[in-house]
């Protein structure tokens, strides 16, 4: 394997640029490999190469369990390493904020004495139907 300082220096948005079957490269441990040739060798097929590109894959790839000699098969596909100052930073998540506060409840209050009423009328509407039906 090539000593760190052999190493091109690729930036993320060349590596994002490589996102297909034809041409495929993937960022695994910090450094860049061109797994073009391997796609259709892949054990897993070549959806889960392309579905790992854009991004840093290393979690995909331990997720994964890869053998000892599928990690030192990887030697032969390394073209360099990513420039670490060009990744983009993660987003925080940030959680979807509640509504606004209704200050009134007009519409809460509404449905509530709907929820209430409407029973208690269709349970009088039975008994003014049936009262009717049996007296006549």
Not at 21 to 48: A, N, Q, R
Not at 90 to 114: A, G, S, V, W
């Amino acid at each position: 394997m090539e000593s760190k300082s052999d190493l091109k220096v690729i930036a993320f948005e060349d590596v994002v640029k490589h996102n297909v079957t034809h041409d495929c490269w993937l960022i695994i441990f910090g450094k860049v490999y061109d797994v073009t040739e391997f796609m259709s060798e892949h054990p897993g097929g070549e959806e889960v190469l392309l579905a790992a590109t854009g991004k840093d894959a290393t979690n995909d790839f331990e997720d994964t369990g890869h053998s000892d000699s599928a990690r030192e098969m990887m030697s032969k596909y390394c073209i360099g390493e990513i420039d670490t100052s060009t990744i983009p930073l993660k987003r925080m998540y940030i959680p979807p904020q509640p509504d606004r506060y209704n200050h009134d409840k007009t519409n809460e209050f509404l449905i509530k004495i709907l929820q209430f009423l409407v029973p208690i009328l269709i349970l009088g509407l039975a008994f003014v139907v049936r009262h009717y039906t049996k007296s006549e």
